[in-house]
C-alpha cells in the first residue's frame, strides 16, 4: 500500500531532499522526540506547503484547510486528547466505519494504528498543517483540558491543606493545574474569537462565560472552591495586589498563542461571592483593517473620505462602548498615515503600535492625564492628534482650541448618534460658536453580527418584518439567516461588521448649530440633507444578506 512508504523516502523520490539532509533530521529526531516532518521544516530543508503539496499529488492523500472544513463532533469524540496531541492529528469525519482523520504526517502508520485501535475504526488520512491540527486540538479538547486541570488542583489542594492551613492559592506544588486552567481558559477563549471573558463566582458555583460577537455566552461551571486559586493567578499575571480584595483593580499582560500576541485589559470587582473578573481580549491585528473592511456601504465610503480629507477641524467617533471606534480611528490614522504629517496621539491604553505615528500612553498615577499629554503634544508642531477619548470639559476645550487653530483632531465621545455628539460637547460647558466652527463631522456606529457564509439560508419575510422593516415593494422580497453549522458553532452569525451614520457639517448645519444644541433638530435637518442613519444602514445590510432581521431589531432597539 502507498501509505506504507515512509515521509523521507517520499521526500527524497520527489528530489525535495537529500539524504543527507534526511540523515540529519533522523539523528536530530531521535534527540529531540519531534515529528520527522517538523524538523526538516525547521531546519530549512522544505516547506510544510511542499510536503503537502507531495503528499496531495505524488501519493493522493487529500488536503483538507481546517478553517474552512466542517469538524464533526461525534468524530472528535472517538479519540482521546493524548492520541490527537502525540500524533498531531484530530478526526474530522465520521462516514459508518470510515473515520477521515486531519494528520500532519499522514505516512506515520503507528499514528493510524493507534486511532484504528481506540476508535474501532478504519482511518482515512488527510494531510493539514500542523498548526491548524493544533489550534483545532486545543478548539475542541479545550473543555476537557480545563476541566481536567481544575480536577488536578482539586487533588493537590486538598492534599496540601490537610499539611498546612493555607489558603491553596499560595500552595506552589498546587500552581501547575491552576496555570493550566488559566491558559486554557485563555486559549479556548482565543480559539472561539471571543472579545471577552468572564469569571463571575456565585454562592456554589463558578462561570466561565465568553463575548463573541458581542454576545455572552456561558462556557463552563466550576466548583467554587477554584475561585481564589484562579483569581490569584490572573492577578499575579496582570501585576496586580493579590491580598487586596475589597477595592477593584485593573491590570494588563499580554498572551502569546500560535506565535500571534494578545493584548489582556484584566479588571477585577469585588461581589458577595467574591471577586468577579473580566478580561478583554484584543487581537492587534483587528486594528489594522482597510477602510474597505469596516463595512462601510458605498454611500458611507464617499462621505468618509470627504471628511478626513479636512486639513483642520475636529473628527469624532461616536457609540457605545465595544461598538468599533477604535478600529475606526485606527483606520482613519492609517489613511491620513503618509508620512508628510506630523501624527501625535494620546491614548489610554495604546491598543495597536503604528508605524509613523508618535503613539504616547496616558498614566494618570504619574499625573499624566490627557489634559497634560495634550498640551505638551501642542508644543511638538502636530498637523494630526488623536485623542483616545474626549471625557471632560478640559480635555474637550483644548481639543476644540487645536481644531481651531489649524489642527485635525480624531477622537471618540459617547453618544447613541452623530447628532447627539453636539449635545454631549454643550453638555461638557463648550459655547455653540466653537463647536460650530471646529467639528468637521461625526460618524456613529455600531457593530452588527454576520450571517455565517456556511450555513446562509434564504426565506420569505412574514408580514411583521416587512412591515417592521418598512418595505414597499414586496415582490421578490428574500430575507436571510444563518440555521447553525460547525463552522460557527451552530450560533448562525460569524464575526460582525460594522453599521454607520456618518454626519457631515455643513453650512447650514453650522448655523442650525449656532442657534440649537437640541440633537432632534440637528437630526431632522441632517435626515432633510440625505442623512443615513444607523436604522436604515442596518436595514440595508439586512436586505443585502449581510445580516439577520433579528439583528435589525437587536440593535435598534437598542438605540430608542
Do not use: W
Not at 394 to 400: K, Y
Not at 401 to 407: L, P, Q
Not at 473 to 501: A, H, P, V, W
Request: a neutral charge; charged letters at 30%.
Amino acid at each position: 500500500m502507498q501509505t506504507k512508504k515512509r515521509l523521507g523516502e517520499v521526500l527524497i523520490e520527489a528530489g525535495l531532499i537529500t539524504q543527507e539532509q534526511l540523515q540529519k533530521a533522523l539523528t536530530l529526531q531521535k534527540s529531540s522526540g519531534k515529528k520527522l516532518g517538523e524538523i526538516l521544516v525547521e531546519q530549512g530543508f522544505i516547506s510544510e506547503d511542499q510536503i503537502i503539496e507531495v503528499l496531495e499529488f505524488q501519493l493522493g492523500i487529500p488536503h483538507v484547510k481546517l478553517d474552512r472544513f466542517p469538524i464533526e463532533q461525534d468524530a472528535v469524540k472517538l479519540i482521546s486528547e493524548g492520541i490527537a496531541k502525540r500524533h498531531t492529528l484530530i478526526p474530522i469525519k465520521l462516514e459508518k466505519d470510515k473515520l477521515y482523520v486531519a494528520m500532519a504526517d499522514p505516512l506515520n502508520i503507528f499514528a493510524i494504528e493507534d486511532v484504528q485501535i481506540y476508535s474501532g475504526k478504519n482511518v482515512q488520512p488527510v494531510i493539514a498543517k500542523s498548526d491548524e491540527i493544533k489550534r483545532q486540538i486545543d478548539k475542541y479538547y479545550g473543555k476537557q483540558e480545563a476541566l481536567k486541570a481544575a480536577e488536578e488542583f482539586k487533588k493537590e489542594s486538598k492534599v496540601f491543606k490537610t499539611e498546612r492551613n493555607k489558603n491553596a492559592a499560595e500552595d506552589e506544588s498546587a500552581s501547575a493545574p491552576i496555570i493550566k486552567l488559566v491558559n486554557s481558559i485563555f486559549e479556548q477563549a482565543i480559539n472561539q474569537r471571543a472579545s471577552d471573558i468572564h469569571i463571575e463566582p456565585f454562592e456554589e458555583e463558578l462561570k466561565i462565560k465568553f463575548r463573541i460577537d458581542g454576545i455572552l455566552y456561558e462556557i463552563m461551571k466550576m466548583e467554587i472552591e477554584l475561585h481564589s486559586a484562579l483569581v490569584a493567578r490572573i492577578k499575579v499575571l496582570g501585576n496586580m495586589d493579590i491580598a487586596e480584595r475589597r477595592i477593584p483593580q485593573d491590570g494588563r499582560t499580554s498572551y502569546t498563542y500560535f506565535e500571534q500576541e494578545y493584548d489582556m485589559r484584566i479588571s477585577s470587582l469585588p461581589t458577595v461571592y467574591g471577586e468577579k473578573v473580566v478580561i478583554r481580549i484584543a487581537d492587534k491585528r483587528a486594528f489594522l483593517k482597510d477602510k474597505t473592511n469596516l463595512g462601510f456601504l458605498k454611500h458611507d465610503l464617499e462621505l468618509f473620505d470627504k471628511i478626513i480629507s479636512s486639513p483642520h477641524g475636529i473628527i469624532l467617533v461616536s457609540g457605545p462602548t465595544g461598538s468599533g471606534k477604535s478600529t475606526t480611528l485606527y483606520t482613519i490614522l492609517r489613511e491620513l498615515n503618509t508620512g508628510s504629517k506630523n501624527i501625535i496621539t494620546v491614548e489610554d491604553p495604546v491598543e495597536s503600535t503604528i508605524y509613523g505615528i508618535n503613539q504616547v500612553e496616558v498614566n494618570p498615577k504619574a499625573g499624566l492625564t490627557f489634559a497634560i499629554a495634550l498640551r505638551s503634544i501642542l508644543r511638538q508642531d502636530p498637523d494630526i492628534i488623536m485623542i483616545g477619548e474626549i471625557r471632560d470639559k478640559e480635555t474637550a476645550e483644548i481639543a476644540v482650541r487645536a481644531a481651531i487653530t489649524g489642527h485635525l483632531v480624531l477622537s471618540t465621545i459617547h453618544t447613541n448618534d452623530a447628532a447627539s455628539a453636539v449635545t454631549r460637547l454643550v453638555d461638557m460647558g463648550i459655547e455653540n460658536y466653537l463647536i460650530s466652527s471646529s467639528l468637521v463631522g461625526v460618524i456613529a456606529q455600531r457593530l452588527v453580527r454576520r450571517i455565517c457564509p456556511h450555513c446562509k439560508e434564504e426565506y420569505i419575510p412574514d408580514e411583521t418584518e416587512i412591515n417592521a422593516l418598512g418595505i414597499n415593494d414586496i415582490q421578490n422580497i428574500k430575507l436571510y439567516k444563518g440555521k447553525g453549522c460547525s463552522y460557527c458553532g451552530n450560533k448562525g452569525y460569524m464575526g460582525r461588521t460594522g453599521i454607520y451614520e456618518i454626519l457631515v457639517i455643513d453650512k447650514e448645519l453650522r448655523n442650525s448649530i449656532l442657534k440649537t444644541s437640541s440633537s432632534d433638530e440637528l437630526k431632522d435637518l441632517a435626515v432633510k440633507k440625505g442623512l443615513v442613519t444607523l436604522k436604515e444602514s442596518c436595514k440595508q445590510k439586512v436586505l443585502m444578506g449581510e445580516t439577520t432581521f433579528e439583528e435589525y431589531l437587536r440593535v435598534t432597539y437598542s438605540m430608542d
